[in-house]
């Protein structure tokens, strides 16, 4: 029974994926930061002309940035709606998190780094 076409579920898994990323950027000021930066990167990209190995880095580097800013807003919600009053527990979770987009961000930077410096 393999259809061609996409099941209902698959396609209102996709739409929640969309509504998801609204959400994402709608809300989250770091989000739509974040995205900028990825603009400024692939404007640099085309203007620079990287190689294509380059262009697999830094398309790379800015996935996971914004998959790790998706995450740590994901997690700030579940901990807001489980814990709305303060907690110690509830803080550290939610730095953690932001660790991780942080580390994310370095990273690119460093990529970033590796890739346009030397074109400069």
């Known amino acids: ?3 061609s076409k996409a099941s209902p579920s698959r396609i209102a898994a ?10 994402l950027f709608k809300g989250q000021v770091n ?6 930066a990825c603009g400024v990167v692939v404007a640099l990209g085309f ?3 990287v190689s294509a190995t380059e262009w697999l880095a830094l398309i790379l580097a800015m996935a996971c940035v914004l998959t790790a800013e998706a995450l740590n ?3 700030e919600l579940c901990v807001d709606l489980a814990s ?9 979770a939610k730095d953690v998190a932001a660790a991780g987009v942080l580390l994310a ?3 690119a930077a460093g990529v970033g780094a590796v890739v346009f410096l030397p074109k400069f």
């Open 1 to 3: 029974m393999n259809s």
């Open 14 to 23: 996709f739409a929640n994926a969309v509504r998801g990323l609204r959400v």
């Open 47 to 49: 203007g620079l002309k």
């Open 73 to 75: 807003t994901a997690l």
């Open 105 to 107: 961000s370095l990273g």
């Open 31 to 36: 989000a739509r930061i974040h995205l900028m």
């Open 84 to 92: 709305p009053e303060w907690h110690e527990l509830a803080r550290d």
